[in-house]
C-alpha cells in the first residue's frame, strides 16, 4: 500500500510540473517574466509606443529674389502729349524724376468739348452753367403764428355752491356789475370766447369779495377764471363756492364806415349832473331745501 501512495504523489508530482513550467518558464532563462497588465492596481503602467508627429514638416520655399535697381513700375505715362496747334512744348523733365502731366492751355479758337490730336480720350461734357443770379435757398423758414381772436361779451355766466345745503344755482352778471351770492360779491370785469373753428377756451376777469359778520367787504379773490379749468382759480370760502361756466351776449363787430365827410354834430346842452349813488348788489340766494315727506 505505501508502494502505491508514493507511486501516484509522484506522478501527480510530474504532471504538475508541466503546466508550471509551461507559465512561468525556464527561471534561469533568458527570456523574462511576462508583462503584467494595465489594469491591476497599484501595478506599472506598459511602456507606451512613440507618439507620432501631429503637424507634418513646413515646405521650405525658396527665398524672393531681391528687388531690381531702379524706380518702381508706374502707370503714368512718362511722355508728356503733344501740345495743340500754337503752343509751344513744355520742356523734359531730368532723367530720374518723374513728368509731371498737366492740363494744355485752353484754345480760345478750339470749342471746350472739341476732342484735340493725338487724345484718343472724349473729354466729359462740363454742367450747365448756372445763373448769377441764384441764391442759395436757407432751410430756416420762419412760421408767424397768428394770435388768438377773442370775442368780447357783454354778461358772464357763473356757478354757485352751498357747502352746507349741497346746492348749486346759475346766475349770470353783466359786465362791471356785482352779485351777491350768500356772504360773496361777484364782480365780472371783462369775459370773452373763442369762435366756433378755434378751440374752446373761455375765460373772464373776476373780483370777488366777502361780506363778513361785522358787515366789512374783504377781497378774496381778483384774477382769471377759465370754464374748461374751474379749479385754477383761487375762491377759498368754508361755506361757498363760485366759478366760470360760459359767456353770453357777445359783442357785435363794428362795421366799417363810410369815407364821406359827415356833418359836424351840435353838442347838446349839457343838464346838470346829480351826484350818483353806486347801485345795489343784486342778490342771488340758493334754492330751499323740499319738505320731508311726511
Aim: glycine share 6%; aromatic share 6%.
Amino acid at each position: 500500500m505505501l508502494r502505491i501512495a508514493a507511486l501516484v504523489l509522484v506522478i501527480g508530482a510530474s504532471l504538475a510540473a508541466g503546466p508550471a513550467a509551461a507559465q512561468f518558464g525556464n527561471i534561469f532563462g533568458n527570456q523574462g517574466p511576462p508583462r503584467p497588465p494595465g489594469d491591476v492596481p497599484n501595478g506599472g503602467f506598459p511602456a507606451q509606443p512613440p507618439a507620432p508627429d501631429q503637424y507634418p514638416a513646413q515646405q521650405q520655399y525658396p527665398p524672393p529674389p531681391p528687388p531690381a535697381a531702379g524706380p518702381p513700375p508706374s502707370g503714368i505715362q512718362a511722355q508728356p502729349l503733344p501740345p495743340p496747334p500754337g503752343a509751344a512744348a513744355a520742356p523734359l523733365p531730368p532723367p530720374g524724376q518723374r513728368a509731371r502731366v498737366s492740363p494744355p492751355p485752353a484754345n480760345p479758337q478750339q470749342p471746350a468739348n472739341s476732342q484735340q490730336p493725338g487724345n484718343s480720350q472724349q473729354p466729359a461734357n462740363p454742367p450747365p452753367p448756372q445763373p448769377a443770379d441764384a441764391a442759395p435757398q436757407s432751410d430756416d423758414t420762419v412760421v408767424t403764428e397768428t394770435p388768438t381772436q377773442k370775442i368780447p361779451n357783454t354778461r358772464a355766466v357763473f356757478s354757485g355752491l352751498d357747502k352746507i345745503t349741497g346746492r348749486i344755482i346759475s346766475f349770470d352778471a353783466a359786465i362791471g356789475e356785482t352779485v351777491q351770492f350768500g356772504a360773496l360779491q361777484v364782480t365780472a370785469r371783462a369775459c370773452y370766447t373763442r369762435p366756433p373753428t378755434e378751440a374752446t377756451n373761455t375765460d373772464a376777469f373776476v373780483d370777488v369779495d366777502e361780506v363778513t359778520l361785522k358787515g366789512e367787504i374783504k377781497r378774496i379773490f381778483t384774477g382769471w377764471m377759465f370754464a374748461s379749468s374751474p379749479g385754477l382759480h383761487a375762491v377759498e370760502h368754508p361755506i361757498y363756492d363760485v366759478w366760470l361756466t360760459d359767456c353770453s351776449s357777445p359783442v357785435p363787430a363794428p362795421v366799417a364806415q363810410s369815407t364821406a365827410p359827415s356833418p359836424a354834430p351840435v353838442a347838446p346842452t349839457p343838464a346838470p349832473q346829480r351826484p350818483r349813488q353806486p347801485p345795489a348788489p343784486r342778490q342771488v340766494s340758493p334754492a330751499p331745501a323740499p319738505a320731508a315727506p311726511r
